[in-house]
């Protein structure tokens, strides 16, 4: 019977394994998706020291079961093989982070070079440690002149991964799923420093020692599947718990579990009562089987003791009184007969005529009840039989004594019960059980603890013993007599002699088998469980995934990108939700193109004001030339002022009719070369009546751009809807201020190196990397040339809550409008790879940054290797 720690160690190994798998799946899943190349090796040497360690626990478990050695040294030699390419992914992840990849090749090599220094390694360790099979028992022997080094390496290498750990865990940000991840990560390494400071360094009680690393082991585990799906806290309600609440994923896992465990449950339940029931009746006939076999030798010993001395009384010698001659014959039948001790022969008065012994302890007159014997002799027909006797050294005896037929001799004998001893012995049990005899009295007899049955320990008042002694066969369970615990077996007497013979078996060696059973069946169901979990995340994330595309598309919709199209990939349910999700998506674009075109005409109305104005002007002074054309033709002055003013006038309609046209142009994208300054100019041209008109000052700061790859409509639009708002913020007149310059950054969008992560709300928020990883980017990455374009308002400025909701669709404080200009202005600058960010400030005024690559096709390339890196 295996002991409960071996159980609970098994089981533990059990469920670790399976956490383990489930963990492994999810971290690998996780790297290979969303992180870089360097993070990916960090993972994976996680992820090997994992399997390194289930590994030594499936070797401790077949241990325990008491598998074979080739069987464990094909363990040993995985455990090598993971420990190598753990190593070597750790080496890898080293030269990726210290900048050592520029020339690839010098890794991998460096790398194999490594691996075979760690083969010698390994094959000097074989030489140091091997393993004996000896006795059923695999035992390690250690030749300690080369195991003290290699015990100092191998706790330098964990050394070094418990800094590299260490070192992750300090250089991330203290909250999310990563910083979890260190903090397992960590704990992991501990526990294998602590299991190979416990295996090499301690000689004995390492068992609870393991126990407590594989729990360690198991938590780590547990904390590395739920850091992989659960989202950091931050984003989960008040308590984490509703998060498992509000997961279809967990709900499906849980029925899962359940009616696997019910099933398994139930017919392990059933299985286990059946082999009961059959094993115990099994067990019950092999123990009464067992015991009258005992009680036949036992008989049949004392029948052939008799029997033998019976022949000695009937020898002619013994029958005619012919002393002498009966002296030869018995000392020769003494000699060859085991069953005898000894041998006498009394006269009818009683005195001893023969005397013979196989020892010095010939018999006495105190050994023989010679009264007893005759009245024996009277009632059995000449056999007589004592009680169990004890020698002064314990060893149990007989007294036997026959009648001589007309001579009125007796032949006495000793018979010698060590043989019952013998018989006891030579039975042999899995664990505790064994069988002993009793005499009349209660006394021990005969027990594998030789020293209790020649102390004749009294067991008269145990149920059994009297219920043996009073000549009840039977079998079943009940308490020991001799150990204290709950047994199973059978009795019964040894009629002639009045003894008794019990078999006692621990009911935990009895039904050994049926311990197997509910082993097996509770590996069964834990291995139930691992597969169902398996099966059940990737049945429940196929569910999940759709739902969770839809969530994250309407996150999209709402933020305002109404591009959104889910791939429908089902004819379910779930795909008829899809189909009409991308349905209401193509909707809600073509409204949105409505309203842009609304906007636009809005925009367009707004101007029409102004540039009826600007076109006005000319058209008065064309108009005033041309009719006092024919009056004043021949005036030199007169044709002198028109030829200067007319074509200046024609010109200055022909600007505004231009800008107009450009404005209106369509929303499709036309990527070509064009200069932001000439843009802007064109747009302040169509606002100059309307900035007039509000008493309005325009000042202008124009560095020297280079051209940038964009579309000329699409940016003229975005700048009108900005200074247009900037405008009609100014209701009292003020200052339009429009500087661009020309520079440098390492990213733009979501991830700005040191300059931060631009937010819709016109913060920065959260920087993606550091000051110094910024540098550390930089010297891989180029930096990309920009244009910025800042436009400054001495408005009523921004509040703080509508600051948020700026770049929401919809979203405006004006009676008028559709709230769609400054998130189509954002769209605009996203799908240049730009960015846009505000500050603003009540009663000063508010400042749009736009950030312009000076070629989207450059930046699509920086963010690709950006992502191949991070």
Not at 250 to 275: D, G, N, P, R, Y
Not at 812 to 830: A, F, Q, S, V
Request: charged content about 20%; glycine content about 8%; aromatic content about 10%.
């Amino acid at each position: 019977m295996l002991s409960t720690l071996t159980l609970v160690s098994i089981f533990t190994e059990i469920f670790t394994a399976g956490l383990l798998i489930a963990g492994v799946i999810s971290f690998v899943k996780k790297y290979l998706q969303e992180n870089s190349r360097r993070d990916l090796y960090f993972g994976l040497v996680f992820f090997l020291l994992f399997v390194y360690v289930a590994l030594i626990v499936a070797s401790q478990m077949m241990f325990n079961l008491g598998r074979s050695l080739t069987e464990l040294i094909w363990i040993h030699r995985f455990i090598a093989a993971t420990t190598a390419l753990c190593v070597f992914t750790l080496w890898l992840y080293l030269v990726s982070k210290f900048r050592f990849n520029k020339i690839r090749w010098i890794k991998y090599i460096s790398g194999l070079v490594l691996i075979s220094v760690l083969i010698v390694i390994y094959r000097i360790f074989r030489s140091a440690v091997s393993l004996v099979y000896r006795e059923g028992v695999i035992e390690p022997i250690v030749d300690f002149s080369l195991a003290v080094p290699i015990k100092t390496l191998w706790l330098l290498i964990w050394f070094v991964l418990a800094i590299v750990a260490a070192w992750r865990f300090f250089t991330l940000k203290p909250s999310g799923r990563k910083n979890l991840t260190a903090i397992l990560s960590i704990s992991s390494l501990l526990m294998v420093g602590a299991y190979f400071c416990t295996v090499l360094y301690s000689n004995s009680g390492s068992g609870y020692y393991l126990l407590l690393s594989w729990f360690i082991t198991l938590f780590a585990v547990v904390g590395l599947l739920l850091s992989e799906i659960i989202p950091p806290f931050s984003k989960v309600a008040a308590f984490p718990l509703s998060y498992f609440r509000t997961r279809i994923l967990f709900k499906l896992i849980l029925i899962f579990v359940l009616l696997i465990v019910i099933l398994f449950e139930a017919t392990t339940l059933i299985v286990i009562s059946i082999s009961k029931s059959s094993l115990s009746d099994s067990v019950i006939s092999v123990h009464k089987s067992q015991v009258t076999e005992v009680v036949d030798k036992i008989e049949s010993y004392i029948g052939t003791a008799t029997r033998d001395l019976k022949i000695i009384a009937g020898t002619p010698a013994l029958k005619s009184g012919d002393i002498s001659s009966a002296k030869t014959t018995l000392n020769l039948l003494l000699n060859t007969n085991p069953v005898f001790d000894g041998l006498a022969v009394l006269n009818p008065s009683g005195n001893i005529l023969i005397n013979y012994a196989k020892t010095n302890a010939k018999l006495s007159a105190q050994d023989i009840d010679f009264k007893g014997m005759r009245l024996a002799f009277r009632r059995e027909h000449g056999m007589y039989l004592s009680g169990l006797m004890r020698s002064s050294d314990g060893n149990a005896y007989l007294i036997a004594a026959v009648e001589v037929p007309s001579s009125g001799l007796a032949v006495v004998s000793r018979i010698n019960l060590s043989v019952i001893q013998d018989v006891i012995n030579k039975i042999s049990y899995r664990g505790k059980g064994f069988v002993y005899v009793v005499d009349e009295k209660g006394k021990l007899i005969a027990h594998p603890d030789e020293i209790r049955a020649k102390s004749a320990e009294d067991l008269s008042e145990v149920p059994t013993i009297k219920h043996v002694l009073g000549g009840a066969v039977g079998g079943g369970e009940f308490y020991g007599t001799t150990i204290s615990e709950k047994m199973v077996g059978a009795y019964m007497p040894v009629e002639n002699l009045g003894w008794g013979v019990v078999v006692e078996e621990p009911l935990a060696d009895a039904y050994f088998e049926i311990r197997r059973v509910e082993t097996n069946s509770l590996m069964f169901v834990i291995m139930g469980i691992i597969l169902t979990v398996t099966v059940g995340v990737f049945f429940a994330r196929s569910i999940e995934k759709p739902i969770k595309d839809l969530i994250e598309g309407t996150d999209a919709v709402r933020q305002g990108d109404l591009n959104v199209r889910m791939e429908v990939e089902t004819i379910d349910e779930i795909g008829t939700l899809t189909s009409a999700f991308n349905l209401m998506t193509k909707e809600l674009r073509e409204s949105q193109d409505r309203l842009i075109l609304s906007e636009k005409l809005a925009s367009l109305g707004t101007m029409a004001a102004g540039m009826a104005h600007e076109i006005k002007n000319p058209l008065v002074s064309l108009r005033t030339f041309t009719q006092l054309l024919q009056q004043k033709w021949g005036d030199e002055e007169y044709r002198k002022k028109f030829s200067q003013i007319v074509p200046h006038e024609i010109e200055r309609i022909n600007k505004i009719a231009e800008s107009l046209l450009k404005f209106g142009k369509p929303m499709k994208p036309e990527l070509t070369k064009v200069e932001v300054n000439q843009i802007l100019e064109d747009v302040l041209l169509l606002f100059e009546s309307e900035a007039k008109k509000n008493n309005i000052r325009v000042t202008t700061k124009f560095a020297d751009l280079p051209m940038i790859i964009g579309d000329q409509g699409q940016l003229s639009q975005a700048f009108v809807n900005i200074i247009l708002n900037a405008i009609q913020s100014m209701k009292k007149g003020g200052e339009l201020t429009i500087k661009t310059d020309v520079g440098e950054v390492i990213h733009l969008g979501k991830m700005t190196g040191s300059k931060g992560k631009l937010t819709r709300d016109g913060n920065i928020g959260e920087m993606s990397f550091g000051e110094e990883e910024a540098k550390e980017k930089a010297e891989v990455i180029k930096p990309i040339g920009v244009v910025f374009v800042e436009i400054s308002d001495s408005g009523e400025g921004i509040p703080a809550d509508n600051l948020r909701s700026l770049f929401d669709p919809f979203f405006t404080t004006k009676m008028t409008g559709t709230g769609m200009g400054l998130p189509i202005t954002l769209r605009i600058i996203e799908e240049h790879k730009g960015s846009v960010k505000v500050r603003s400030q009540i009663g000063k005024g508010t400042t749009f940054l736009i950030t312009l690559p000076q070629n989207i096709e450059e930046q699509k390339d920086l963010e690709e290797k950006i992502n191949s890196i991070t």
